[in-house]
C-alpha cells in the first residue's frame, strides 16, 4: 500500500453521533426513574399504610420478646440445621468423589431428591411422616431436633454439591505435592484440600446460611409451643391479634438486622482470603 | 557395587492408548545426579513421576532404596517419606505460611512435635537462603523465591532422592539462577537427585550422567561430556542443536501446522 497526502474522508453518519446517543439514553433512564418514584409515592395511600404496619405503640409492645424470644429462636434454628447441613453435606460431597460406584449413585439420588423438593415438603414430612411411620420413635431436642434436621436435610443437598465444586476447584498439584510428601489420601483432603476448598466456597456457603434463615419460618408447620415461636410466626401471631400489621414489618426488620451485617462480614472475609491466596 | 538408589526395570506407561513410556530401564546410583532431557512429549516428565507412583506404570517396576514401589501391598505414603519431589509450578500450600508449609507435613506425616518441627523448618529455610521469609505467604513470593521454599519444603521430610520436575521452566529468566544455585548445593552435598530439565548448563556441570529421551525410551545414556558435548545418535544432536541454538533451527516437515504458509 502507498501512503497518500490527502487524507481520508470520514463518511457522515446521518442522525444522531454516537455521544449523543449515549446522552439521550442517559436521560431517559433518569426519567423514567423519577417518574416512577413519583407515581409511587403519589398514588400509595400513606396515611393507611402508616396505621397499618408503623404503630409505634404496637412495634414498642414487642419489645423484647421479639428480639430474646423470636430472633433467638430463628438464628438457634438456623445455626443448628447449618451445622447438621455442613456435615451431612461434607459427607455426601466426598461419597460424591469417591471411588466407589454405589456411594457416588447414592450421594447423586439424595442430591437430586432434596433439591427437588419444597423445603416445606420436608418439613411436613418430619413433623407427620416420621412419627406415623415409627411410632415411639422421639427425634432428640423435640422440635428443635426436627427444625434442625429437617433444615439440615434441605441444605446437605446443596452444600454437597458447593462442596464438591470448591475440592474440584482446588488444583490437582496440591494433591500431588501433599502425596509426593507421604500424605495420605484421607489426610491430604483433611489437611491440605478441604481448607482451600472452604476459601473458595465461603461466599456460597453464607448465601446458603442467608437462605436458611429465611427457611427457618416453616418451622410452623411443626407446630410450636409459645416458647419455640421464631420471626415469622411470632409476627404473625401478634399480628392477628391486634389486627394489625405492624408486627410483620417489624419481624421483617429484624431478619434483615440479621443478615445485612452477615453481607458485610463475608465480604470482608473474601477479601482476607483474596489477599492471602492471590 | 551396593544396590542403586533409583532402579527402573522395563517401564511401560500408557494413556488410553497413548503409549508414553516404551520399556524404560534406568538404574540411578547413591548420591549420582542425573538429569533427564529430550524434546517435549518424550515421557521424560511422565518417567520422573513413575518413580514415586504419581503415575502407576503399566507394566514394569521401579525400586527406590531397595523397596519395590510398583509392589500393590508396598505402604507408598512411607516409601513417599523417602522421596522429595519439586514441581514445576511449585505447589506451595497457598493456605499456609512458608513456615507452615515446611511444618505441616512434618507434623502430619512424620509426627514431630511443634518444637522440631519448627527447628527443621528454620534450618532448612536458612539452606536456601529464605530465612526472612518465614512467616509470608507464598503468593507474595517471587517464582524462584516459591520453588526454593518448594525444595526447602521437601528437604524438611529427611528425603534420600530428590526428584525434580522441569523445577525452573515456570520462572521468569534472571530467577532460575537462585534454584539451579540450590540444586547445585544439593549436588554436592551428595544427595542422590533425578532432574527434568531443560538447562544445559546445569545438566553440563552438575550432573554425573544425562539421559536423553525421545518417543518413550532411552536414546542415549552417558556422561554429560559424551551426550551432550559429543552426542552418538542423530535425535540427540537434533535436539540439542534446536535447543542451544532455536533461532538457527529450520521448518520441518510434520513440525507445524504452518510449513505450507512459511515458506
Known amino acids: 500500500m502507498t501512503d497518500t497526502a490527502t487524507p481520508e474522508v470520514q463518511p457522515k453518519k446521518k442522525g444522531l453521533t454516537r455521544r449523543q446517543k449515549r446522552s439521550v439514553s442517559r436521560g431517559v433512564q433518569y426519567a423514567v426513574f423519577v417518574a416512577a418514584v413519583i407515581v409511587f409515592a403519589v398514588s400509595a395511600d400513606w396515611d393507611r399504610l402508616q396505621n397499618q404496619f408503623a404503630q409505634a405503640d404496637i412495634a414498642e409492645r414487642m419489645f423484647p420478646d421479639v428480639i430474646t424470644l423470636a430472633l433467638k429462636n430463628t438464628v438457634l434454628y438456623t445455626v443448628t440445621g447449618f451445622a447438621v447441613g455442613l456435615a451431612l453435606g461434607m459427607v455426601i460431597a466426598l461419597m460424591r468423589l469417591s471411588s466407589v460406584g454405589p456411594y457416588r449413585w447414592l450421594a447423586g439420588i439424595y442430591i437430586e431428591i432434596f433439591r427437588g423438593l419444597p423445603a416445606l415438603l420436608i418439613f411436613i414430612f418430619i413433623g407427620v411422616a416420621v412419627p406415623l411411620a415409627f411410632p415411639g420413635t422421639e427425634i432428640i431436642g423435640g422440635t428443635y431436633g426436627k427444625v434442625a434436621l429437617a433444615l439440615g436435610l434441605v441444605a446437605a443437598a446443596y452444600m454437597a454439591e458447593t462442596i464438591r465444586a470448591g475440592i474440584q476447584a482446588v488444583p490437582k498439584g496440591q494433591m500431588e505435592a501433599a502425596r509426593s510428601l507421604g500424605f495420605s489420601p484421607a489426610r491430604a483432603m483433611i489437611s491440605i484440600i478441604i481448607p482451600q476448598a472452604f476459601r473458595i466456597i465461603l461466599p456460597p456457603l453464607t448465601n446458603e446460611l442467608v437462605l436458611l434463615f429465611k427457611d427457618s419460618s416453616l418451622v410452623l408447620f411443626l407446630g410450636v409451643t409459645l416458647e419455640e415461636r421464631e420471626l415469622s410466626k411470632y409476627g404473625r401471631d401478634l399480628a392477628s391479634q391486634t389486627a394489625n400489621s405492624t408486627p410483620i414489618l417489624v419481624a421483617g426488620l429484624c431478619y434483615l438486622l440479621v443478615t445485612i451485617p452477615l453481607g458485610f462480614v463475608v465480604r470482608r472475609m473474601e477479601a482476607k482470603a483474596q489477599e492471602a491466596v492471590k | ?263
Open chain 2, 1 to 263: 557395587m551396593s544396590r542403586p538408589e533409583i532402579e527402573v526395570r522395563a517401564l511401560h506407561k500408557s494413556f488410553g492408548a497413548n503409549e508414553v513410556l516404551r520399556g524404560i530401564d534406568l538404574e540411578i546410583g547413591r548420591g549420582e545426579v542425573v538429569c533427564v532431557i529430550g524434546p517435549s512429549g518424550s515421557g521424560k516428565s511422565t518417567l520422573l513421576r513413575c518413580v514415586n507412583l504419581l503415575e502407576e506404570p503399566t507394566k514394569g517396576q521401579v525400586f527406590v532404596g531397595g523397596t519395590e514401589l510398583t509392589d500393590p501391598d508396598v505402604d507408598i505414603d512411607a516409601v513417599r517419606r523417602r522421596i522429595g519431589m519439586v514441581f514445576q509450578q511449585f505447589n506451595l500450600f497457598p493456605h499456609l505460611t512458608v513456615t507452615e508449609n515446611l511444618t505441616l507435613p512434618q507434623r502430619r506425616v512424620l509426627r514431630r512435635d511443634k518444637a522440631a518441627a519448627a527447628k527443621v523448618a528454620a534450618e532448612n529455610l536458612a539452606r536456601v537462603g529464605l530465612s526472612e521469609k518465614a512467616a509470608a505467604y507464598p503468593s507474595s513470593l517471587s517464582g524462584g523465591q516459591q520453588q526454593r521454599v518448594a525444595i526447602a519444603r521437601a528437604l524438611a521430610m529427611g528425603p534420600e532422592v530428590m526428584l525434580f520436575d522441569e523445577p525452573t521452566s515456570a520462572l521468569d529468566p534472571e530467577l532460575v539462577g537462585d534454584v539451579l544455585a540450590v540444586m547445585r548445593m544439593l549436588a554436592d552435598e551428595g544427595m542422590t537427585m533425578m532432574v527434568v530439565t531443560h538447562e544445559m548448563t546445569f545438566a553440563r556441570e552438575v550432573a554425573d550422567r544425562v539421559v536423553f529421551m525421545d518417543g518413550g525410551v532411552i536414546v542415549e545414556d552417558g556422561v554429560p561430556e559424551q551426550v551432550i558435548g559429543n552426542p552418538r545418535h542423530d535425535r540427540t544432536r537434533h535436539f540439542l542443536s534446536r535447543l542451544l541454538d532455536p533461532a538457527m533451527a529450520e521448518v520441518e516437515e510434520g513440525t507445524s501446522d504452518q510449513v505450507g504458509k512459511a515458506d
